[in-house]
């Protein structure tokens, strides 16, 4: 070992580059056997800034799984992608140029956008290795690579051909401030202040000869909206069947408001009657109910808000003004007509789009689909069929199919993206869809596989402007990984790593379950009809100390830089590993100071067993000491412990588990033990153990467990040599036999007396005339006698300890007592500080009442009144006395 402290600063940037360099984690470039193989599907990030805590957070628990597998024989596929098309890249570029993409050629525009993305990849790769990854660095890409589009185009081809896609014409989601069409998932909820605003509409006359005529049918009616700015869309008034104070308005007309259109009057069970006054007005549109009535009473269509959110024509005077600014010159003017009839603020839901926060509106345009919603309970059985970590989030993703309304909108008119590998018949509007051997294609600058259109003859075609939303793309990560092509020669897809596919593992944020996840079994599930992963890891989120979560507006953003330069990067894999999977995580420094101690806790004992047992590898002795014999034991046990745990992912428990028994077992208790002794067989046991310890750590330490490996044991022996520790076998139980539990006391009885030697100031060789030891550690005399230097040692494992338990005293549960017994608390206390008090049955009886056994705790200790000392060894009782006592 090298002299001096640990330092983590040169060890850490050395190992990182010696990884990289070396491709030390690489996977083979021969095809894996499938038995041996285990893939995880890595989450890329989007490219839209810099590198946060959520990043280093869930990387480190993806590489803890590759480096503990990897360990475990197989041959591991960690890759790393970058999801560098879409709406997030082009607005970067937007920023950092300060640029508008509508003010570009689309080509010159993802030009620029590819430079800016390149530039912030560059550094997020440095990045990434600097936190210690054991990512493959070889397998590498970027979902805007041609590679990836051709492979997204196929997708997109194969979908087409199966029937799974359709473009139409029909009312979406859509962001004003992207100016694009989103899907469902990209869409979420936020509270919002608003106004209601109670309007009148006028009644008009129906026509005495219909049949529906009702000559009690009210004058007036009033609606309650949020968005009067939608007044010159409504193209209907909608009351419940139920609603008997109402009824008489249907089969009537409305003339709305400053607009004076007329309207019919309808009824559907679809109207809530406890918003407002119960009655609602349908605009085309303001929300999925409208898009449905709309549908279903085969309504006109009236588009009062464009592209951009700005009113149209169908406004008259309020055309060309934002909605927003609309809204408030419409409430003006309706107050001025006298039809306002009141506004209030209210906090309500909107349904927003999650990258700018801009409220959504539903436009009728043309746009391609994938077709989902025929498929629900496939979708919800292909789930199913995976192992989640944790399981309860199989729920959030039940939760999210059950509630799907649209098919998934996969078109998005932007600059920066995947072309839609399309051109249209300028006669007919047929489509023609490149052929699968050219892609990657882009039909603004190629021309079509055809010269005529097959469906009509005509010459001329139109070039499919739109791209493909960048969850279309991302959604293919494990058919990526697996290299899945078009065999032109066979006519079928095929793949260049057939071995990992399904993907052992799909890790990632339980905020992207209805994104990522939901969106890659849709694809794969039907390119290949298989389940595209065997389990799925779900994260939380890193919040701040205060468990909020964490936000440059609210100023309690922690970044990575700040904390990699304070503390070392094993510090923050200690960390990282102390959650439990699917919850969230707060950022405390407190765990990260805890990684820095155990860091330094394994170095010095590293250092501490290489002077007690200077050859690395010694031979086995013929006849091991029983408590050498019992630690390698309970290495054993504590090795399945282990290794079950990371195997279900349980981190914090895997964690702190190792970190108490070597801490504990190990460190305070054996080798305080055999610092004491000289012989082959404690040489042979603290080798034997360290070994395992140092490979135990590899996945959470892993900078110093390499460290420390090539120190000590690199050189190898008996075929123990690696040259990286994350390349070395994974410890497997030795099968020793040992006492659990006499072994256990044993050690409490040798801790007790140290500490008792420690506190009387004697030196650990001092001698000890008598011990009394009421327990069984039979097997273990001779260890005890030797390292405690116990001149006689007396067992009595069956005999009754000379101890007696005795009260000390009763504490209230207060929080329950008060309330409940108020003024009689005085009582209460005076009769238990007098033992004016009696036991019975677990209640305590005191001041004439009965308190249950959670009101109260009882305070015990051991008390001995013979000769000699008492001490404290867990279940024993261990006495000290001279020989004249």
């Given at each position: ?11 850490e940037?050395r ?17 894996a ?9 890595t ?12 990043h280093?957070y ?5 590489d803890i ?6 360990m ?7 890759p ?8 997030a ?20 525009f ?7 993305c ?6 997020f790769?440095?990045?990434?290795q ?7 660095w ?44 989103i ?25 005495p ?5 009702d ?33 008489a308005?249907?089969g ?10 007329e ?19 349908c605009?085309?549109?303001g ?9 279903a009473?085969?309504l ?12 149209t024509?169908?406004?008259g005077?309020?055309?060309g003004?934002h909605?927003s ?6 409430v ?10 009141d506004r ?10 999650e990258?700018?926060g801009v409220?959504v ?10 077709e989902?919603?025929d498929k629900i ?17 199989f ?39 490149a ?10 600058s ?12 005509h ?27 078009w065999?032109?020669d066979?006519?079928?897809?095929t ?13 990632q ?6 994104f ?20 799925t890891?779900?994260n939380?989120?890193?919040l701040d ?14 970044e ?25 995580l707060?950022?405390q ?8 101690k155990l860091?330094r806790?394994?170095w ?7 002077s007690?047992?200077?050859?690395p ?95 000590e ?11 990286s520790?994350h ?28 500490k ?7 030196p ?9 030891v ?10 005890i006698?030797?390292?405690?230097h ?33 003024d009689?608390?005085a ?10 008090y ?6 305590l009886h005191?001041?004439g ?14 008390q ?6 008492l ?15």
């Amino acid at each position: 070992m090298p002299s001096g402290e640990y330092d983590p600063d040169a060890a850490e940037a050395r190992w990182q580059r010696r990884w990289v360099e070396n491709e030390t984690f690489a996977y083979p470039e021969a095809q894996a056997d499938s038995d041996t193989a285990f893939a995880i599907d890595t989450p890329p990030p989007t490219v839209s800034g810099n590198l946060h805590w959520g990043h280093v957070y869930g990387s480190i628990l993806q590489d803890i799984v590759a480096r503990f597998h990897r360990m475990n024989g197989s041959d591991v596929l960690f890759p790393f992608g970058y999801d560098d098309n879409g709406i997030a890249s082009e607005r970067l570029a937007e920023r950092e140029l300060g640029i508008r993409h509508q003010d570009f050629e689309r080509r010159e525009f993802q030009r620029k956008c590819r430079e800016v993305c390149r530039e912030y990849e560059t550094d997020f790769t440095e990045k990434m290795q600097g936190v210690g990854l054991s990512i493959d660095w070889t397998n590498t890409y970027r979902t805007i690579s041609p590679e990836v589009q051709r492979i997204s185009q196929l997708s997109f081809i194969d979908l087409y051909e199966k029937d799974r896609e359709y473009r139409q014409e029909a009312p979406a989601i859509w962001c004003p401030e992207c100016e694009t069409a989103i899907s469902q998932v990209e869409t979420e909820d936020d509270e919002r202040d608003s106004h209601f605003h109670d309007i009148a509409f006028e009644v008009v006359e129906a026509d005495p000869e219909r049949s529906d005529y009702d000559a009690d049918s009210p004058d007036e009616f009033t609606i309650s909206t949020t968005r009067p700015e939608l007044l010159p869309a409504c193209v209907a008034v909608f009351v419940h069947p139920d609603d008997e104070e109402n009824e008489a308005l249907v089969g009537t007309h409305a003339r709305i408001p400053i607009f004076g259109q007329e309207v019919p009057i309808l009824e559907d069970e679809r109207v809530d009657m406890e918003t407002g006054s119960g009655i609602v007005m349908c605009c085309t549109f303001g929300d999925q109910t409208d898009i449905e009535w709309y549908q279903a009473h085969d309504l006109p269509l009236r588009v009062a808000i464009d592209e951009s959110g700005h009113l149209t024509e169908e406004a008259g005077p309020y055309e060309g003004m934002h909605s927003s600014e609309a809204r408030e010159a419409i409430v003006s003017d309706l107050e001025d007509e006298g039809a306002l009839l009141d506004r209030r603020a209210i906090t309500h839901t909107v349904n927003v789009h999650e990258r700018c926060g801009v409220g959504v509106e539903f436009l009728v345009t043309e746009q391609w689909y994938v077709e989902v919603l025929d498929k629900i309970d496939e979708y919800l059985e292909a789930g199913r069929k995976m192992e989640w970590f944790p399981e309860k989030m199989f729920t959030r993703y039940q939760h999210w199919v059950e509630g799907l309304q649209w098919d998934w909108c996969i078109s998005r008119q932007r600059s920066s993206g995947i072309p839609f590998p399309v051109w249209y018949c300028a006669e007919c509007d047929a489509e023609v869809i490149a052929d699968k051997t050219d892609l990657p294609v882009d039909p603004l600058s190629d021309n079509p596989p055809v010269d005529v259109c097959p469906e009509c003859g005509h010459d001329e075609f139109i070039p499919e402007d739109d791209v493909l939303d960048t969850w279309a793309t991302s959604s293919l990560t494990p058919l990526i990984n697996a290299g899945w092509d078009w065999d032109a020669d066979a006519g079928e897809f095929t793949m260049d790593r057939p071995e990992i596919y399904p993907m052992d593992v799909r890790p990632q944020g339980h905020d992207i379950i209805s994104f990522w996840l939901f969106h890659t079994v849709i694809k794969c599930y039907e390119h290949t009809g298989e389940v595209p992963f065997e389990s799925t890891m779900i994260n939380g989120m890193v919040l701040d100390e205060n468990r909020e979560k964490m936000s440059k507006s609210k100023g309690n953003v922690v970044e990575p830089d700040t904390v990699m330069d304070q503390f070392p990067v094993d510090a923050a894999r200690f960390w990282a590993a102390g959650s439990a999977i699917g919850d969230d995580l707060p950022y405390q420094e407190k765990g990260l100071r805890a990684g820095e101690k155990l860091i330094r806790k394994l170095w010095n004992a590293s250092k501490l067993v290489e002077s007690l047992a200077p050859d690395p590898y010694p031979d086995e002795p013929d006849d091991l000491e029983e408590l050498d014999r019992w630690l390698l034991a309970e290495i054993d046990r504590e090795i399945e412990r282990l290794t079950t745990r990371l195997e279900n992912r349980e981190f914090s428990k895997a964690r702190d588990g190792l970190r108490t028994f070597f801490w504990g077992t190990f460190c305070d208790d054996y080798l305080e033990i055999a610092k004491q002794r000289e012989d082959a067989s404690a040489e042979y046991t603290l080798r034997t153990a360290h070994r395992r310890f140092v490979k135990l750590f590899a996945p959470f330490l892993a900078h110093v467990s390499e460290e420390i490996w090539h120190a000590e044991y690199a050189a190898g022996a008996d075929g123990e040599a690696a040259e990286s520790v994350h390349l070395s076998e994974w410890p497997e139980p030795l099968g020793l036999s040992a006492d659990h539990d006499a072994g256990e006391l044993a050690m409490a009885v040798v801790g007790a007396l140290r500490k008792y030697k420690s506190a009387e100031q004697l030196p650990l060789n001092a001698p000890l005339e008598v011990v009394e030891v009421y327990g069984n550690v039979s097997g273990f005399e001779d260890d005890i006698t030797g390292v405690m230097h116990v001149e006689d040692l007396r067992m009595y494992p069956d005999a009754e300890a000379p101890v007696e338990t005795v009260t000390t005293g009763i504490d209230l549960a207060y929080a329950t007592v008060g309330p409940k017994y108020g003024d009689t608390i005085a009582d209460i206390e005076a009769g238990i500080a007098e033992g004016d008090y009696e036991l019975v049955d677990d209640e305590l009886h005191v001041a004439g009442v009965e308190l249950a056994p959670d009101e109260f705790e009882i305070e015990t200790e051991r008390q001995y009144r013979g000769e000699g000392t008492l001490l404290d060894a867990d279940d024993a009782v261990v006495i000290v006395r001279s020989d004249g006592e």
